[in-house]
């Protein structure tokens, strides 16, 4: 059985051979992707960088081997929509880096995978201030609409480039939940998020593309949404902050998981303790097909740590499952 096909049952919860760490991925990205402006910067940047993103979000990078952070938001203030204008998701430097990375693409053992990074939520929030947002949700409700309305815009546009090259997975993601509860209120998320989501997901459905779906923190309140909306892989399910029992219960058969092995443990070692919370999470989360085990958050981890990561899904993910 090929990676991709052993993906695809384990997605289908169909009887794999293996569990493998995620899904054999070739994955398309546009320019601001990965918070780029016209003219470079981005979560690559050295230590020390600042510079604006497609979006006009001022970022700074204050971390070495982790993404920058927003400082400067081009809608902070309700009046500025009036004379803001949004990525054109067609205009060249954003959209033909995607044709370039495509090029490269040699169909074999792999998805072709497209990138919505910061799909809506998290967008919103780079563009307004996270206080400001959570605020306007309440008090300036249409303009948050607006800003919700005109992030989803753009990534429909983004898909139907990702469609004309002939993407078969769309990695999207927002992350909705703190280490102990939802950042959002559920009459938030079902008034303000699913019907923005629901448009780019439906998109992607008829077109029987997989979805997976990145949200850090505690979501366990999120779950029925995420499979309503047909999110096909879920990620990074954090062992400390979730259930992950219940999560598999809920999700078992309907919805594949990724991730689920402390990062903490991954971090502080011994090697022992890591093989250990290998085995237990492919165990817990991957009896019947429907999980990727790997690492529930990603960190500059110690290269010894994460390789025996990989090692021991390698040595412990074979079907049938050893006790």
Not at 13 to 23: A, K, M, N
Not at 277 to 303: S, T
Request: aromatic share 12%; net charge negative.
């Amino acid at each position: 059985m090929t990676a991709k096909e052993n993906a695809l049952k384990i997605i289908l919860f169909d009887h794999p051979e293996r569990v493998t760490s995620g899904p054999p991925i070739y994955q398309l990205c546009y320019q601001g992707c990965n918070h780029e402006g016209f003219n470079g910067g981005g979560d690559g940047s050295p230590v020390g960088s600042q510079w604006v993103d497609i979006w006009g979000t001022v970022w700074h990078k204050i971390h070495d081997g982790v993404m920058g952070l927003p400082k400067g938001y081009p809608l902070s203030d309700v009046k500025n929509i009036k004379n803001y204008k949004f990525p054109d998701p067609n205009d060249e430097r954003i959209c033909k880096k995607i044709y370039q990375m495509a090029e490269s693409f040699q169909d074999g053992d792999v998805f072709l995978g497209g990138s919505h990074r910061d799909t809506l939520w998290e967008k919103a929030y780079m563009l307004v201030g996270m206080d400001n947002m959570a605020m306007y949700f309440l008090t300036e409700p249409e303009f948050a609409r607006d800003v919700l309305h005109g992030i989803m815009d753009f990534q429909l546009g983004i898909a139907q480039h990702y469609i004309k090259i002939g993407i078969e997975f769309a990695n999207l993601g927002d992350d909705l939940g703190t280490q102990l509860g939802p950042l959002l209120g559920p009459n938030i998320v079902n008034e303000f998020l699913v019907p923005e989501y629901k448009r780019l997901f439906d998109f992607y459905k008829e077109r029987n593309v997989i979805i997976g779906f990145h949200s850090c923190g505690n979501i366990e309140s999120f779950i029925e949404m995420f499979m309503m909306l047909g999110v096909n892989v879920l990620n990074p399910i954090q062992a400390s902050a979730n259930n992950l029992d219940k999560i598999r219960a809920v999700t078992d058969g309907k919805m594949a998981l990724q991730g689920g092995v402390s990062s903490a443990v991954i971090m502080e070692g011994p090697i022992r303790r890591i093989v250990d919370e290998v085995r237990f999470r492919i165990k817990q989360l991957g009896q019947n097909g429907g999980y990727f085990c790997c690492p529930d958050q990603w960190i500059p981890f110690p290269k010894e740590h994460i390789d025996a990561v990989y090692q021991a899904v390698n040595d412990y993910g074979q079907y049938p499952l050893k006790d």
